[in-house]
């Protein structure tokens, strides 16, 4: 049966016009080349798409990951026995051996005589698995590669030439592409950094960086000052760190976009913060939160006032469970006023206040101000000082319901952190309603996910460490599950994030044994012996159990 032609495939996968192609043909009959990278160079397709048309095309399967310690010793092996910067130069990278195969990476699968020599000088029959060029640059780089030529710093560009860049159709194509590919992964950050000798692009998925590409310095240099001018950015500008923002749609998805590049010693440092507003769902009962400790929070967020505290480090989550706590507390009856930094949602029926400490708008001034506004409900992004736990506390205590974060690494924490504030303990005990400690982890991909059976050792160190006695009739029901890695993935095994909490209602036992005795481990000892608590660990292992996310995870996060 005769293979399709690569330009066939192309238009029927990708929708790719007769016109493109017949314009690479002319291309190819003047200058030669194949017609895949001659579309890619005229911004129709992406190497991505030219990856899944050859693989269809010549059944070789794609490889976006290697075992790199593997590579290391196969590297080691044949460096002896084969010129391998020749075979580089080609297109191909042995990585593993498998049986009498040598498993290599190649970009051109059509060299037949460079597939020749590699079998003739290695004695083994290849078996090729088709990549991306810049991922065979990185490892050969990497691990081959031992030139140390000086970085040679970028200099000052013509301010029109970097718009003109920025206008061509290849990068406005780059640009397109990687955020889809983000937004496909549910990445929340695009990094664009320069290196010692490469730039590369990053995606954040799931709180994790990945390196997802390789760009020579010509295509960095338009690409930031692309992101620079749909950002409203002065494209000359490389010596002062600016911010800036713009929308896209992804289909029927609207996604802002904010933007900030720094000046480092090799180069502009650019990262796009992407904000699913399309997506985004502010629902507790979404996030994670156990029924038992749902049904606790819901009791204390419809008293009529004092504090609800949500603690844990950057990034874990504290703004989410918030916004869905205020989204659930939204009516026509109640008057809620946020104070942000920054504010990265807006939300319909809530006064949102964006703080400016440059102009003297602070957490403590804005919380001041508002109380004149005859709220119902106030919700203070962060209590960084004493003044501002000091407003917040006496606004709780004054008729309003306050919810508010703090940086500490539990939830009985909290209470020492307003003591060291300088916070008196009676005025505590008066206005504390609840805390909550939150972290997020990462969830098992649900395209690649798979029963795996755990040596006996792991589970019980776990369980000895980390878990009370009242969870041992949860390991008979132990289910567990780890993603093997896919392209749906990233190639990492998880796939979306979820919360584990730890959570206590300040009840008059507490109260009293903080004020008496000023011990965290008394407080602790007090809490273990309520049915509902849990440790974030113990919660994180509930969601172990049940398949959602592995030991791993919850060790690494919690």
């Avoid at 190819?28 to 095309?57: H, M, P, R």
């Avoid at 500008?237 to 929308?247: A, I, N, T, V, Y």
């Avoid at 699913?276 to 049904?295: A, P």
Wanted: glycine residues 6%.
């Amino acid at each position: 049966m005769k293979k399709p032609l690569i330009g066939e495939i192309l238009r029927e996968k990708f929708g790719v016009s007769s016109q493109d192609i017949a314009k690479a043909l002319d291309i190819q009959k003047k200058n030669g080349g194949y017609i895949g990278q001659i579309l890619i160079q005229l911004g129709s397709i992406t190497e991505s798409q030219l990856l899944d048309a050859l693989s269809e095309q010549l059944s070789i399967p794609i490889k976006y990951q290697i075992d790199e310690l593997r590579f290391q010793e196969i590297i080691n092996e044949l460096s002896t026995k084969i010129n391998l910067d020749f075979f580089y130069k080609n297109g191909f990278l042995p990585f593993d051996k498998e049986d009498h195969s040598l498993l290599t990476l190649t970009t051109d699968p059509l060299k037949i005589h460079i597939i020749s020599k590699l079998e003739q000088d290695t004695k083994l029959k290849i078996k090729l698995f088709l990549t991306y060029e810049r991922y065979i640059k990185s490892l050969y780089r990497k691990y081959i590669d031992t030139n140390t030529e000086e970085f040679v710093s970028l200099e000052e560009e013509d301010p029109e030439r970097l718009k003109d860049m920025a206008l061509e159709v290849p990068v406005i194509k780059y640009l397109n592409d990687i955020i889809t590919r983000a937004v496909e992964l549910n990445a929340s950050d695009i990094h664009i950094e320069p290196q010692e000798k490469r730039f590369i692009v990053r995606f954040r998925i799931d709180g994790v960086l990945h390196e997802m590409d390789e760009i020579d310095e010509n295509f960095y240099l338009a690409l930031t000052s692309r992101i620079k001018l749909l950002s409203g950015l002065d494209i000359a500008e490389k010596r002062l760190p600016q911010d800036g923002k713009f929308s896209v749609r992804i289909g029927s998805s609207p996604i802002d976009i904010r933007t900030s590049t720094i000046p480092t010693v090799k180069g502009e440092d650019v990262v796009i913060r992407l904000l699913y507003r399309g997506k985004l769902t502010f629902e507790l009962d979404k996030l994670g939160i156990k029924k038992d400790h749902y049904d606790i929070l819901v009791d204390l967020i419809k008293r009529p006032y004092g504090m609800i505290l949500v603690t844990g480090p950057t990034g874990s989550g504290k703004t989410t469970t918030l916004y869905s706590v205020l989204s659930m507390l939204n009516s026509q009856e109640d008057k809620i006023i946020t104070i942000e930094d920054p504010v990265e949602y807006q939300i319909e029926g809530l006064n949102q206040i964006q703080i400016k400490p440059d102009i003297g708008l602070t957490f403590a001034s804005a919380l001041r101000s508002i109380l004149r506004h005859d709220p119902d409900i106030i919700m203070v992004g962060e209590i960084r000082d004493k003044e501002t736990a000091e407003i917040s506390i006496q606004s709780a205590l004054t008729g309003h319901l306050v919810f508010s974060t703090l940086h500490t690494n539990d939830a009985p924490s909290s209470l020492f952190r307003l003591l060291e504030m300088g916070i008196e303990d009676y005025l505590i005990n008066a206005s504390i309603l609840g805390i909550v400690a939150q972290r997020i982890v990462r969830t098992n991909c649900p395209y690649c996910s798979e029963p795996v059976n755990l040596e006996d050792n792991i589970v019980r160190k776990f369980k000895l460490d980390q878990l009370s006695e009242k969870f041992d009739h949860l390991l008979e029901k132990k289910e567990f599950r780890k993603g093997r890695g896919c392209d749906k993935c990233a190639n990492t095994g998880y796939r979306g994030r979820i919360a584990i909490y730890e959570l206590f209602e300040y009840s008059e036992d507490l109260k009293e044994a903080f004020v008496s005795h000023k011990s965290i481990d008394n407080i602790r000892a007090i809490l273990f012996q309520k049915p509902y608590y849990r440790t974030l660990r113990e919660d994180g292992f509930l969601k172990v159990i049940e398949g959602i996310t592995t030991i791993e995870e919850v060790l690494r996060i919690a």
